[in-house]
């Protein structure tokens, strides 16, 4: 009995200590087709805050985020959970965002499952001047160049089946992308919650993705990255970090909330070069 107790106080320790720390991961993404006066382009990406505690109004997060240097914030969905409805601190902490940059945010699934809260928690958004990109487009000029940021609003019928369970969901193609947010124009930086269509991504054009929606695999093993998805598929293909087809490159960050094991919570500083 002794023995056990030790190692439940040691899984207890270690489960612990991996839902302390914050990592901030810097990268560059190099792209051909980025317009030059891109060069060099910050974005800070976030996503899944949902289901975590980093204090009162986000404080250690923020205190995380502060001395950072970033062009703009794009969070990939999940902000709030399926379940959750006092928005209060999620607006508090989307404000001192927008304090040093411009914010875009997309829809994960748990605001599409939680449509009322969400669309409370949009309008608090827009009024702070958040832009949500539902199924929108918005484009960013530099020196007389252009990035489009798109944003797709993922369904839930493509993340769950109705009767809750995950096997043989349907896949939101190409075509899909293009009826929502029509033909691709300039360099694109595509966001969407789930890495898990970036076939169908690169089909489109999308030059980025940025997405989350897997929270690193929650837990991480060396060699082997990360172990389960939200829809209960061990080992997925893609679980975080960078990903290439073709000229077409994906981003999945680990996320901030939920329950993770050797997979601290991550904010990513990503660098555009051509």
């Known amino acids: 009995m002794i023995a056990l107790a030790i190692v439940v106080f040691a899984f207890a320790f270690i489960f612990l200590l991996s839902n302390i720390f914050i990592t901030t991961t810097q990268i ?21 805050l949902h289901l975590k505690n980093f204090g009162h109004n986000y404080k250690r997060l923020l205190d995380k985020i502060k001395p950072l240097e970033f062009d703009i914030v794009v969070f990939t969905g999940d902000l709030i959970s399926r379940h959750e409805h006092d928005i209060s601190e999620k607006i508090f902490f989307m404000k001192e965002l927008i304090k040093k940059a411009p914010v875009y945010f997309i829809y994960g699934n748990h605001e599409v499952e939680n449509p009322l809260t969400t669309d ?29 940021i798109c944003g797709i609003t993922i369904e839930k019928k493509f993340y769950k089946n109705k009767d809750k369970t995950y096997k043989d969901l349907p896949t939101p193609n190409a075509e899909y992308i ?13 966001l969407s919650h789930t890495p898990f269509y970036f076939d169908e991504y690169a089909k489109w054009g999308a030059d980025l993705t940025l997405c989350g929606h897997v ?23 893609y679980s975080a970090g960078l990903y290439k087809k073709g ?11 939920k329950p993770r094991i050797f997979n ?8 555009l070069d051509k």
């Not at 560059?28 to 976030?46: Q, R």
């Open 215 to 237: 929270h690193g695999g929650a837990i991480r093993l060396p060699f082997i990255n990360g172990l389960l998805s939200p829809e209960r598929k061990f080992f997925p293909k």
């Open 120 to 148: 409370k928690m949009c309008k608090e958004l827009v009024k702070i001047g958040v832009n949500i990109l539902d199924n929108k487009t918005y484009q960013v000029e530099k020196g007389g160049e252009k990035v489009d």
């Open 247 to 257: 000229d077409c490159q994906m981003y999945v960050s680990r996320g901030l909330g």
């Open 178 to 190: 293009n009826e929502r947010l029509g033909k691709k124009k300039n360099f694109t930086l595509f």
């Open 28 to 48: 560059t993404v190099k792209s051909d087709s980025l317009p030059k006066e891109f060069e060099g382009y910050k974005i800070l990406h976030l996503s899944d």
């Open 264 to 271: 601290n919570s991550q904010i990513t500083i990503i660098t």
